[in-house]
């Protein structure tokens, strides 16, 4: 960018970025264009539906206006489903998630093994998503809240696994020497340096994800596994729109509480 | 009777950071470790409870033998070497009783750690203690809300808890004020000649090693090249234990507390 | 203080002081645990039956069967160009509405109607947004463009829109006090400031979208996740484990890229 400082004042221009820059911008530019250009011209869809989507969107708005209340009572107790499958979800994963997390952190896993086996179990079950484990044990157990309640748990325990392992891996290494100085037995060490240093970690990570428990297991129905989207898609399949919408409208309302009730929960227990 | 003989400690294929040293300590004497920063004072002492691993030498607390000791023997010879810290190394979201407990760690058993239903004995000498250090009135406040002094007095505490045979200070007053730390070395000093205890304490002020202890070692670049009494570390030996080194500030930073971003998970 | 008086046993003070608080937290999860479990419909018989299913299911899977290649690789190609084109639908719309509910450049009216807008879009999950657009456009891959846009523009927007309140507004006093208009402020003194930002997300949501994309389809918006719900529905059980170990192998390498290329960004 000084390169024109010591030319005659004509050939000086002024240039945002430098050349090489420049031509790392451009191959990116022309990277993501060729992208869209592919993506767009290959995809398998059909131009005029696309043209014709919004009149198709504001036609399905129109039939779920207004919303219809009658099925409410039954709506509550899906969501009350809902409710109980992520929370029980979230309370067992804990149990699993725990242990795992212990593995597959680097100072207090007991050996290799251990450690790879740990984080074997906590990318398996962080790559699989919530739907797809509620799928695989639908056709196990079954339709209903079972496969709901595991498939949640499975997809859980990769989350808080994940992030326990970390904030273990990050506590003050002092107090754990201090410890190990009075003699105490690896146990004795967890119980003391360890488990206080990580308990407010351990909140914020079980609150943060029984949020988001709640919005998964609105979805478990869909596929057979418990919980609102039963009704969602019962109602879907019954062109029963305006049904559809109050079930639209009561997620909205247990999102939005379960949210206010995890920020009074965070603020409470931090 | 802490008898060291031939200690030595290299990390891998480097220049050792202890050669050869030879320290006996007998009854309640007090002594001061000097040296530059990285002249060994720390893992000298941490040689000593086997916090760090000697790559040859012998240690032997009163007769037995610490350098070859394994797993539960291991942990029943440190719960007689008491340890303080430079940075306390309290457990800060615990109150200071347990903080002092734990100092019985190596005493009860696993379900009274846990439970933290330690005999009445031990609460009795905690609160005993305690008094005599002047924290009492603060059992039951988290480690963390007490002052620098007040923390290492925790930190004394605990470490006197395990009923030590011998004490080590590592560096107890670096992270102090001056008046704080000269309090802490007042009340080192008397509580050896209390409990009639033999006390390590690395430190970096040479004046104060001077005022508080009996008996001053000096190291350099792993090896004791001076031992005498206080009297004796004339200027001569202060050109020889720290001649040529610049001086570095040793204070510790405080333990990073990272604000964790809680990544977005893909619903 | 009277040291003598200073109590001779100690017990560790209580996580919760109130007492009453204390045990009434444990009665009512107590109670609560009783109630989910008693009024949760679980069809034993039908649970039971599990164990021998999963055997068959487990017994079917394995070895995975990739001899319909091209049928994954279609499906994948599909799942990626979703992506890309729900991303940058949705990283370019998604400003508008972060400015729309950046309450620091925004008047009050237009906030709102910003921040519903997102609220409503992240309350629900992609999954339903799908359900209902497959209604709406039927079956295919637009549904899932139109999912994972609005699901782009409820992230991004959000956290756009914070960034924007955050920025520094000593930049913004200066280009207005250049002359500039509201537009002209906007891209000189706003833009700047979060692009850098911007970047980065868009490479992390089109990490998000891949991993969406496999999942929305499941509801028949197109991608992988299609041809996967249609092993399932066919008992095609070896084909559905082939499928979902390239879906692992696909987002593990998507996770590693884009957590790459922010490292390098920021």
Redesign the interface.
């Known amino acids: 960018m000084v390169e024109g400082q010591t030319e005659p004042a004509v050939d000086r221009v002024w240039r945002r970025y430098d050349r090489r820059q420049r031509l790392i911008r451009y191959a990116v530019v022309l990277a993501?264009m060729m992208?869209?250009v592919?993506?767009?011209r290959?995809?398998?869809?059909?131009w005029p539906?696309?043209w014709?989507?919004p009149n198709?969107?504001s036609?399905?708005g129109a039939r779920m206006w207004p919303p219809d209340p009658t099925r409410l009572g039954a709506i509550v107790a899906a969501m009350?489903?809902t409710v109980?499958?992520a929370?029980?979800a979230t309370m067992l994963t804990i149990f699993i998630a725990l242990p795992v997390s212990y593995i597959a952190a680097q100072n207090t896993t007991p050996n290799r093994a251990c450690l790879w086996l740990g984080r074997f179990i906590l990318?398996?079950s962080r790559?699989?998503?919530?739907?797809?484990w509620a799928?695989?044990f639908v056709?196990?157990?079954?339709p209903?809240?079972?496969a709901g309640i595991l498939a949640i748990m499975f997809r859980s325990v990769g989350?808080i696994g994940k992030?326990m392992g970390?904030?273990i891996e990050?506590i003050?290494k002092?107090?754990v020497?201090?410890?190990?100085?009075?003699?105490?037995?690896k146990?004795?060490i967890i119980?003391?340096?360890v488990v206080?240093?990580v308990?407010?970690?351990f909140f914020?990570?079980i609150i943060?994800r029984w949020d988001?428990n709640i919005?998964?297991s609105?979805?478990l129905g869909?596929?057979g596994a418990?919980g609102i989207?039963v009704i969602?898609?019962g109602a879907?399949d019954t062109f029963a729109w305006p049904t559809?919408a109050t079930i639209?409208i009561a997620?909205?309302a247990l999102?939005?509480i379960g949210e206010a009730l995890t920020s009074l929960l965070r603020r409470k227990v931090l | 009777m802490l008898e060291i003989s031939g200690l030595t400690k290299r990390y891998g294929q480097d220049a050792p950071v202890l050669t050869g040293l030879d320290l006996t300590v007998e009854g309640n004497s007090i002594i001061a470790i000097v040296g530059a920063s990285g002249a060994g004072k720390s893992t000298m002492l941490r040689c000593i409870n086997r916090l760090v691993e000697p790559t040859s030498g012998s240690i032997r607390l009163n007769g037995h033998e610490l350098v070859d000791l394994k797993g539960a023997e291991l942990r029943r010879a440190r719960r007689r070497i008491g340890m303080v810290f430079q940075g306390f190394n309290l457990i800060d979201r615990l109150t200071v009783m347990e903080n002092v407990l734990a100092g019985r760690l190596g005493y009860v058993n696993l379900f009274q750690a846990v439970t933290r239903r330690y005999p009445a004995s031990d609460i009795e000498r905690a609160f005993q203690l305690m008094e005599r250090v002047d924290i009492a009135h603060y059992a039951n406040k988290r480690a963390d809300e007490l002052s620098g002094g007040e923390r290492q007095r925790v930190g004394v505490v605990r470490a006197l808890m395990q009923e030590p045979e011998v004490l080590l200070a590592d560096e107890p007053t670096a992270s102090l004020d001056p008046r704080t730390s000269e309090q802490i070395m007042m009340l080192l000093q008397s509580l050896a000649s209390e409990l009639s205890l033999p006390v390590l304490i690395n430190i970096h002020n040479v004046g104060q090693a001077k005022t508080y202890t009996e008996r001053i070692v000096g190291l350099r670049h792993g090896r004791m090249i001076f031992d005498g009494l206080p009297d004796d570390f004339t200027h001569d030996a202060l050109e020889a234990v720290y001649g040529g080194i610049e001086a570095s500030d040793e204070s510790i930073a405080p333990a990073a507390k990272r604000q964790r971003e809680v990544p977005h998970e893909p619903f | 203080m009277n040291r003598s008086e200073t109590p001779r046993t100690w017990r560790k003070p209580p996580f919760i002081a109130n007492p009453w608080l204390r045990y009434g937290i444990l009665a009512v999860t107590a109670t609560y645990l009783v109630w989910a479990f008693a009024t949760l419909p679980f069809n034993w018989q039908r649970i039971a039956e599990g164990l021998p299913r999963s055997a068959r299911i487990f017994g079917g899977g394995f070895p995975p069967n990739f001899s319909r290649a091209d049928l994954l690789l279609t499906g994948f190609v599909e799942s990626l160009q979703i992506a890309i084109l729900a991303t940058l639908l949705g990283v370019a719309l998604s400003i508008p509405f972060a400015i729309m509910a950046a309450r620091n450049i925004a008047p009050l009216p237009v906030y709102l109607l910003g921040r519903a807008v997102i609220i409503v879009s992240r309350s629900f999950h992609p999954v339903i947004v799908a359900i209902l657009f497959v209604a709406a456009v039927g079956f295919g891959p637009l549904a899932g463009i139109l999912t994972l846009t609005l699901y782009s523009i409820g992230f991004v927007g959000k956290l756009l829109a914070e960034e924007i309140e955050e920025i520094d507004w000593g930049q913004v006093e200066a280009i207005r006090a250049a002359g500039a208009g509201y537009l002209a402020t906007l891209c000189y003194a706003v833009f700047p400031q979060i692009l850098p930002r911007q970047v980065g997300l868009s490479m992390y949501q089109l990490d998000s979208n891949l991993r969406a994309s496999a999942v929305v389809g499941i509801v028949g918006a197109g991608g992988i996740g299609s041809t996967l719900m249609n092993a399932f529905g066919r008992y095609d059980y070896d084909f559905a484990f082939a499928i979902l170990l390239v879906i692992i192998a696909v987002i593990l390498v998507s996770e590693g890229i884009s957590g790459w290329v922010r490292k390098r960004l920021w």
Do not use: C
């Open positions: 993501v992208a869209v592919w993506a767009v290959d995809i398998d869809i059909f539906w696309v014709d989507a198709q969107i036609n399905l009350l489903e109980h499958i929370t029980l990318v398996a790559s699989v998503n919530t739907i797809i799928l695989l056709a196990i157990f079954g209903g809240v079972l989350f992030l970390e904030a990050e003050d002092r107090p020497e201090a410890m190990e100085a009075t003699g105490a037995s146990a004795k119980a003391y340096a206080p240093q308990m407010p970690a914020a990570i943060l988001i919005r998964e609105t979805v869909l596929v418990g989207g969602l898609q879907i559809v639209l997620i909205i999102v939005l």
